[in-house]
């Protein structure tokens, strides 16, 4: 019997775990999770538009850009589609131990007002993007709580997107 006897593993296992995180840290990876998030959100039919709500966005639709996955008549938390892009742009990557996450809140930043037909803006002020999400939240729509197939296609995103990169580096 013949022994081969592999030394520094440790050192190499801390090399992979680091590049691990060093590829979850990554703008692109984190902007990837997010897009995937978001259009899990954006996807979601969490109600049919009530009549006056229809009426209001097609009052609005005169003096904003829409959202290509914006509908009049279904509301899927997307209207010039600003809301879920902060989303997108504030992923951020925590760790601890040997527990990885991603956080995905919205920024402190203000959304911009809407427009009138006439191009001017809707009265009252811009409001912070977090505090959109509470109002819509208070109106029943729980966006923020992402289905099985949004997890599973991060996780599949993640673990080709780590493939490829320790690949590369051979």
Do not use: C
Request: charged fraction near 40%; avoid cysteine.
């Amino acid at each position: 019997m013949a022994k081969l006897e592999i030394l520094n593993v440790k050192k190499v296992q801390t090399q992979i775990r680091q590049d691990i995180r060093k590829i979850l840290r990554d703008k692109e990876t984190r902007n990837g999770v997010g897009e995937i998030v978001v259009n899990g959100i954006r996807d979601t039919k969490f109600a049919s538009a009530k009549k006056a709500t229809k009426e209001w966005r097609k009052y609005l639709e005169k003096g904003n850009p829409t959202h290509e996955k914006y509908s009049r008549d279904k509301i899927n938390i997307t209207f010039t589609g600003e809301l879920l892009n902060d989303l997108i742009k504030n992923v951020k990557a925590a760790f601890s131990g040997s527990k990885s996450e991603y956080v995905i809140e919205h920024s402190e930043k203000l959304h911009k007002k809407y427009k009138k037909p006439n191009g001017k803006p809707t009265k009252g002020k811009a409001q912070k993007y977090k505090a959109i999400q509470d109002f819509v939240e208070k109106l029943g729509y729980k966006y923020m709580v992402f289905s099985d197939k949004s997890k599973n296609n991060v996780l599949e995103f993640i673990r080709k997107k780590i493939i490829k990169t320790l690949k590369r580096r051979k």
